[in-house]
Each structure stands twice: as structure tokens, then as C-alpha cells.
């Protein structure tokens, strides 16, 4: 009953995206506000009916409604509430109802929040996405239905994934499609702007919010992602540039990008095309990204789907998508011309952009390495593959050279660098640059990108501190002449200039956090310890400092699995800390999987995994001692922390 009231309402909703595009075509064309007001209602209907398809796809997982194909291939009695509650997004054709949920939930917020504001470029955002979501709801409806009935209904399901029952899949597939999905907002505005002619500023400030919370969102999907993968995967690191982590990556790199770029075009008039053309390359990335999950292109442990029908579906859909944006782009090329001009290479506007065309490249690297397979396997029907050699030969150098421009850009001016300021500003952080280096030598970091990364973290964070200890110098002064004048404590005036300027000092905790981040890959990329070893019960191995005892083997259970357990004592300097590492075992899937021990300070990580048996009494291990990975999970909280503050900012631009 509740999956064909699921199955009418989407159905409803597909015809109302139809209508709302329609009718609010009709408004634009005949100038008649009421058929836009019909377009609106239209998109409201559809968020409710598309609540209620969602709503009816979770009731039947929590009710064990096995007579419905999608519940019954992702589920099962013995699978706990907390993962029946969040399956709708455990394959395919759930996640696809996810992405349009969000997708009509956030054309919701977006003109209802700027129905009065921006009466031009409302009509087009409803045709846009609209057209957007009518796309999508047709994948769903006839390629991807989650609402197919099963007769005879089986007594019990398949169970869900053993890789997805972890609280990992609760939280890293919404927050990665709120980012994805998020970037369709300043997309739709970006398009709205160039057909109604008005290619100015306005789309970049109604749009700042959208583009800062789809971007973190995406950040927070990643990095749960790369933590999941650390825990899960049993391979000791985050990253293993996997396709479908390189899917995320890529929209990520092309938005850094837009971020930056679009306050050039606030406070000089410069790069409006080019801002243009990184939100629909935006955008399109994160419908790529779609199409290699969803395809069964890419062999990935993220690409469970594996349907050429799918596929092709959103191939062409992209395809359009990109001919149309395009299409309107060259069109109205005359709209954007810029009177402005760089007037220097040594400027901040120069800086912004070359840190753009370092971000266009590394997403151009990725998407080569990605992509290249699948050249080769289609047209010679030869299969390769490229790893972290390429990546890390290709990508680092560019990284190291954003990191650079990330501490040159806060001393210089804009139109020009001004000399005097210069010779006054660069010491200190040079200074703490050569700190570094010196740091690096006393570590015996032997590696030149190590080498190089470390020293640019001094200089950059020297770059930053000097910044707002001159802008607290300035702000001091400044009282000092008002009438009457204020004598402010540096404290006082920081508070001051940290209420006024949001956004400023936002990214400045978001530079902070890459640059702890940075710590993060140095350390658990070059000073990583793994050991793979043979023990029986009451066996004993050094690691660090770590003295690691093997106490005995166990086993263990829980829901739907039961374990092998292995029990370690691990101690350091007085410290003694049990870890317990699990091979599990889930009743209705032969899929074996690991669950790392792992004890996390500030300084490492020790973690170690359970292997397969020798013999009698006698395991295989492999144990890891990752120096400063805490560093990535602080790191990237910092940098959402300092998005969450420019985010509070208003609409002024300075």
C-alpha cells in the first residue's frame, strides 16, 4: 500500500517539474506573473510528493516490506534499525531518489528565499531546475525504480552490503550529494544571469551562501569518505585515488577555484566568463560523478551499480546539459566583457589567478587519470590502470605551487604589489619559511616534496599571522584618531575587525586548516611504519615505541555478524592500551570484513588488522604506526569551522 502511494507520488511529481518548466515558460513569454506564481506551486507540490516517495521507501525497510525488489536486495531481518532507517541511499536507485529529494528541497529553499529579491531571475531558476529535476525523476521512474514489487515476496532479504553497514553510510553519501546537488543552485542562477541579460555581480551574491555550503558539504562528504575508508578497508591510509574518489575530487578542485576566482570579480570586474565557466564545469563534474557510480564503468568499491542503460542515460543527459550551458555562454559573450584589465603580474588579482589555473589543471590531471582506462579498454580492449605513482608525480608539484600562492597572496595588494610593503611584510614569513626547512632537515625528511611542503607551511603561516596582526595594528591606529579617541586593546580590535570582515578572516581559519591538513599528509605519508607479521598467542613486537603483545584470539557477535577477535596490549611509555581488530563475517553475504583497531593521540595513530590464519594458534597481522593523521580530521574541521564563520557574512563584498 505505502510503496504504490510512494510510486504515485513520484509519478505526480514527475508530471509537475513538466508543468512547473511549462507554465513558467508561458509566464516569461506572455509576461503574465500568474503562470510563474503556477510554476511555484508546482515546485512546492513536488518537494512535498517527492518527501512522501522518500518517506514510503524508508517505512518499507523499517516494516521488512520484502515484496518491494529494492528493499528486499538491501536488507534484511537481521539488519539493525540504525542501517534500515538510512538504506534508502544502499543502492542505486534509492541514492538517485536522494539526489532528486535534495535536488527539489533545495530549488525550494532557493526561490522561495528569492522570490522578492531577484524578480528577473526567479522564472528562469524554476525552468532550470525544473528541467534539472524532470531529468532525474525520469532516470528514476523508468531506468532506476526503487518501487518494483517482488511475487512472491521472498522470507527474507539479502541483507545490506557488509562494506555499507557502518556508520560511515549514514553520513558520507547525504553530506557528498548535499555538495554535488548544492552546486545546481548558483549553476541555475549562473545560466538564469546570462539569458536574461544580466551577467553582473547580482548572480555572485545571491549565490555566495549556496556556493560556500555546497562546497563544505562536499569537503565534509570527502573527508567522511577518506576516514571510512581508513577504518574500513584495512589498508592502513585515506586516499588510494580510487575513480570514484577521484569523482568527488574533481567538482571539489574546480569549486576551490570558483570560490577564489569570483571575489576578483567582486572587488575589480575581472574573470566574469571565466567564473562562468567554472560553474557549469562545477556543475558537470558532479554529474560525471554520477555517471561513473552509477554506469558500472569504473571497477571501484564505491561503483556498485553496473548498468550500461543507466549509463548512457546520463552520459546523454550530461551531454545536453553541457551543450546548452556552453551554447548560452559563447551566445552572450558580448555581455561580458571587462573594462578592467590586470595592470599587474605582481598583484593579488594575478595571484587569484594563477591559483585558479593550478586548481583547473590538477582537476584536468585527475580527470585524465581517471578517464584514460576507459579510453584504452574501449578503443583496444586493453585494460590499465593508473595509481598513486601518476598521481603523486603529476598532482604534487601543482598542490605545492597553490600552497605557495596561498601565503604570497595575503601580502600583496590589488592592481599592484607595492614595494615598500613588500620589503616590509616578506622577512617574517620568509623567515619562518627557512624554519621550516630547517625543521624538515632535523626530522630527516629526506623526500623534496617533503622537504618543500614543510617549509611552505612556515611561510604561509607566517603570511596569515602577519596579515591579522597588521590589520590589528591598523584597526588600533585607526581609534586612536577617531573623535573621541579610543585607546583599543589588540584583543578589543581583533574582535572588531573579525565582526566586520567575516569572510576575511573565514578563510584565513580555512588556510589554517589546509595548512594542518598539510601536517597531516606529511606525516602519515612519509614517516608511516607498517609491519606485516606472523603471531601466535603471547607474542611480542616492537613498533615505535610501541611494545605490542598478542594476549589471545577470541571471537565476538552482534546483529547480523559474527567475528573473529584478536586481543593486543600495546604499551608506551607507561601507557597501556587494548586494541581488538575483527574480521567479520555477515550471515547472508561471503564477504569477509575488516574492522581496524585503532588508538588515536595527537602524535599517531596505531593501528592494526587482523589477517588470515597460518595455522592452528598462528595469525597473519599487519600493523601500522601513522604519525600525525589526527592532523587531517582536526584539519578539515578547522577549515569547516572557518566556512561556517564566512558564511555568516552579509552581502557586502569588502
Known sequence: MWIELGHFAAIIAFLLTITQTVTTLIGINRSQPAWIRVGKQANQATFALLTLAGGAIIAAFLNFDFSVRYVAEHSSLELPIFYRATALWGGHEGSLLLWAWLLSLFNTIAIQQHWSTHTRSVPWLLVILGALLCGFLILILFLSSPFERLIPPPGNGRDLNPMLQDPGMVFHPPFLYMGYVGFAIPYAFAMAALITGQASDEWILATRRWTLFAWITLTIGIVFGAYWAYYVLGWGGYWAWDPVENASFMPWLTATAFLHSIMVQERRGLFKTWNLFLIITTFALSLLGTFLVRSGVLSSVHAFASDPGRGVYILVFMSVLLLFSFGVLVLRAE??????????????????????????????????????????????????????????????????????????????????????????????????????????????????????????????????????????????????????????????????????????????????????????????????????????????????????????????AKYNWTAVEATFRAQQNGTTVILKPQKRNYGKRSQPITEAAIHTTWREDLYIILGDPVKENLWNFRLYRNPLVTWLWWGAGLITLGVAFAMLQGRRTT
Open 335 to 556: 555581455l561580458l566583457r571587462s573594462t578592467p584589465r590586470l595592470e599587474s603580474l605582481l598583484s593579488k588579482e594575478s595571484a587569484f589567478l594563477f591559483n585558479n589555473l593550478l586548481l583547473v589543471v590538477a582537476a584536468l590531471t585527475v580527470l585524465l587519470g581517471t578517464l584514460y582506462p576507459l579510453a584504452v579498454e574501449t578503443l583496444s580492449a586493453a585494460k590499465v590502470s593508473v595509481g598513486a605513482p601518476y598521481y603523486n608525480k603529476v598532482f604534487i608539484p601543482i598542490m605545492l605551487g597553490i600552497l605557495l600562492l596561498m601565503g604570497i597572496a595575503p601580502v600583496i595588494s590589488w592592481r599592484r604589489a607595492i614595494p615598500s610593503r613588500l620589503k616590509r611584510d616578506l622577512p617574517i614569513p620568509i623567515l619562518l619559511g627557512l624554519l621550516g626547512l630547517g625543521l624538515a632537515i632535523l626530522l630527516a625528511v629526506s623526500h623534496p616534496y617533503g622537504v618543500a611542503t614543510i617549509a611552505l607551511m612556515g611561510f604561509v603561516l607566517g603570511t596569515h599571522l602577519l596579515d591579522v596582526v597588521r590589520a590589528v595594528q591598523a584597526r588600533r591606529a585607526a581609534a586612536l584618531k577617531e573623535t573621541p579617541p579610543q585607546n583599543l586593546a589588540p584583543l578589543t580590535a581583533l574582535r572588531l575587525l573579525l565582526s566586520r570582515n567575516k569572510r576575511r578572516y573565514g578563510g584565513l581559519l580555512v588556510h589554517m586548516g589546509v595548512v594542518m591538513m598539510c601536517a597531516g599528509f606529511i606525516g602519515s605519508g612519509l614517516f608511516q611504519q607498517e609491519m606485516d607479521i606472523t603471531l601466535s598467542p603471547g607474542d611480542s613486537v616492537q613498533l615505535g615505541n610501541w611494545q605490542i603483545t598478542l594476549e589471545g584470539m577470541g571471537s565476538a
